[in-house]
């Protein structure tokens, strides 16, 4: 596996691969890696003959710099995944090989950014779309994996992309469960022993609302407020929100049609979780 950490390095390597015809496939991480970002890198195989994976904790996302601070860092074991996964290229960039000196330029992508994260993280999805679009423009793929877990920041990608005409297909990656449900993040590392059992709350009230939908319930309100019993039989777990939205758009329901989502964020302790579940409703 070969390893970038500038710009040049970088296109030197996929400028070679694109001239011989081969297609990229990328998948952006943040490190800290587990199961499910090598699931991404999986599929992304699937779409592309060599795989390029970044590693870059992007500061502009982080509504608080504490949070940021303590966001896990393995770059040595993350790097040890990706060339045990079959990853052709990480590219390992710093700051400022993101951001140059005096950059000024922001990405806002209105519609699916507002409300929900959008609310609660001011500036999050700003960051990300910043990010994502430096990050394309670099490794100028052919497609991107990004995963399903963070609904709404896929839905901010998949309007980017497709507004500004970046040409680059986006392949949605499928939640990847712990045994107990629990849809795997870099954040569960902090849980405590009695957190990480209460945090199973989640997919258990997730598949409650699955299964009331596919037994043929259609309104959005009494869809949350079934999740929102679910998980207070958990004292210690704090739902911050739950929705259904327009799988695309994250535009609120009231009724639920075509393809939708069903998001929610909750605290367990300090730490802030986010799960959802996505179906189609004819």
Known sequence: MIQATT?????HAVGKWRAAGERIGFVPTMGALHAGHLSLLELARKHASRVVASIFVNPTQ????????????TPESDAAALAGAGCDL?????????????????????G?????????????FEGVATVVTALLGLVRPDVAVFGEKDAQQLAVVRALVRDLHLGVEIVPGPIVRESDGLAMSSRNVFL?????RAASVLWRALGAAKAAVA??????SRLAALVRREVAAEPRVELEYVAAVAADSFRPLDRLTGEIVVPLAARIGSIRLLDNFRTRVD
């Not at 710099?65 to 966001?71: H, K, M, S, T, V």
């Not at 405590?192 to 990480?196: G, L, N, Q, S």
């Not at 037994?215 to 959005?220: F, M, N, Q, T, V």
């Open 215 to 220: 037994a043929g319930e259609r309104d959005a």
């Open 192 to 196: 405590a022993a009695e957190e990480r």
């Open 7 to 11: 710009e040049k390095e970088l296109r």
């Open 90 to 110: 990480l590219f390992l960039p710093d700051v400022e090989a993101i951001y140059p000196p005096g950059a000024s330029t922001r990405v806002r992508v209105e």
């Open 112 to 124: 699916p950014s507002a409300g929900l994260e959008g609310d609660r993280r001011p500036g999050h």
């Open 62 to 73: 982080f509504d608080a710099a504490d949070d940021l601070a303590r966001y896990p860092r």
